[in-house]
Every structure is written in structure tokens, then in C-alpha cells.
Nanobody, 126 residues
Framework: QVQLVESGGGLVQAGGSLRLSCAASGRTFSSYAMGWFRQAPGEEREFVAAISRSGESTYYADSVKGRFTISRDNAKNTVYLQMNSLKPEDTAVYYC???????????????????WGQGTQVTVSS
């Protein structure tokens, strides 16, 4: 069982930056691939970024590539999402997800990740 708690959301002006954190419980954090998803009002949840268990491989949605960076610290059981050059269209609730199978995070058609956080609101004003 893994519990995920996101933090770091808030209100920021367009062009600004935020860093989201997701703290995981348990002693097997390094056994899980991690990812970030987001859901805007009236929209479906969408993939944002993912990172492999070791942190060596990262994946991004085209809409955030070059602006967002995912990273992890296995010693701190935490995954991060650094968001730069934020746009109003980045406004959404951001969710952290974990699964032992990276495929569930990166591939939209795959079975969804097993574990989810409660979400943190990110609002970008124009």
C-alpha cells in the first residue's frame, strides 16, 4: 500500500513558476514508477509527466515539454514537478500517481496507475 500526498500548488501569474511535491509513504518508494496527471474543469484527466523507478528515464506530454521537469529523490520518498513558464491553460488539479509498472502511467490506453494522491490546485492567471 502506498499513500501519496501532493503539495506546492497555488496561484501564480502567467510566466511564473511553481514546484509541486508528492510525498509517498512506505519503504518501497524506489519500486514504483511515478507520474503527474492533471484535470481541468470539464476536461478529462491527462498525462503530464512520468519518471522511472531509478529516475533515469523521464517522459512528458508535448504540451509541457521544455517547461516542466519531473524528478525524484528516493531517499526522501518524494517526486517533484518543476513547472516553469506557466500558462493559463496549465490551470488544473494536479495529481501524483504511482505504479510498479511504468506502462500504466505513460500509456493512455493502459490500465490506470494503482495509487493516486488527493490532488493539488494550480491556478495560472493571465
Amino acid at each position: 500500500q502506498v499513500q501519496l500526498v501532493e503539495s506546492g500548488g497555488g496561484l501564480v501569474q502567467a510566466g511564473g513558476s511553481l514546484r509541486l511535491s508528492c510525498a509517498a509513504s512506505g519503504r518501497t518508494f524506489s519500486s514504483y514508477a511515478m507520474g503527474w496527471f492533471r484535470q481541468a474543469p470539464g476536461e478529462e484527466r491527462e498525462f503530464v509527466a512520468a519518471i522511472s523507478r531509478s529516475g533515469e528515464s523521464t517522459y512528458y506530454a508535448d504540451s509541457v515539454k521544455g517547461r516542466f521537469t519531473i524528478s525524484r529523490d528516493n531517499a526522501k520518498n518524494t517526486v517533484y514537478l518543476q513547472m516553469n513558464s506557466l500558462k493559463p491553460e496549465d490551470t488544473a488539479v494536479y495529481y501524483c500517481a504511482a505504479d510498479s509498472d511504468l506502462h500504466t502511467i505513460v500509456v493512455v490506453a493502459a490500465t490506470p496507475p494503482r495509487y493516486w494522491g488527493q490532488g493539488t490546485q494550480v491556478t495560472v492567471s493571465s
